[in-house]
């Protein structure tokens, strides 16, 4: 009854900014963390950051730590992932995910993600 849709995706440079979104239709998940979880080829689901509930909280992975930022618009049911200085290492598959009430925070294993996206591509070239 849920569905998560991302957008933004493409290709950039190494070095380049590019903004994810993820929508969520059929209800709101304003009470929801939400997440970015990514995947390269022959790679498995890795994640990415994590916001909690009103926002006032984030986790990220260290590799993208002081680069990527998460953001949520509850009014919209939306989340954001902002990626500045893009690396190679950052290609990737990027799925949205959204955790029910009662998860711990930060939850960083796929398994405790009920709501996935069907993924938008990001491919960074030097």
């Known amino acids: 009854q849920v569905q998560l849709v991302e957008s933004g995706g493409g290709l950039v440079q190494a070095g380049g900014s590019l903004r994810l979104s993820c929508a969520a239709s059929?209800?709101?998940?304003?009470?929801?963390?939400r997440a970015w979880f990514r995947q390269a080829p022959g790679r498995e689901r890795e994640f990415v950051a994590v916001?909690?509930?009103?926002?006032?909280?984030?986790y990220y992975t260290d590799s993208v730590k002081g680069r990527f930022t998460i953001s949520r618009d509850n009014a919209k049911s939306t989340v954001y992932l902002e990626m500045n200085n893009l690396e190679l290492e950052d290609t990737a598959i990027y799925y949205c995910?959204?955790?029910?009430?009662?998860?711990?925070?930060?939850?960083?294993?796929?398994?405790?993600?009920?709501?996935w996206g069907q993924g938008t591509q990001v491919a960074v070239s030097s």
């Open positions: 916001i909690n509930l009103s926002g006032s909280r984030t």
């Open positions: 995910a959204a955790a029910p009430p009662g998860a711990r925070f930060p939850a960083l294993q796929p398994s405790e993600y009920h709501y």
């Open positions: 059929g209800r709101t998940l304003s009470d929801y963390y």
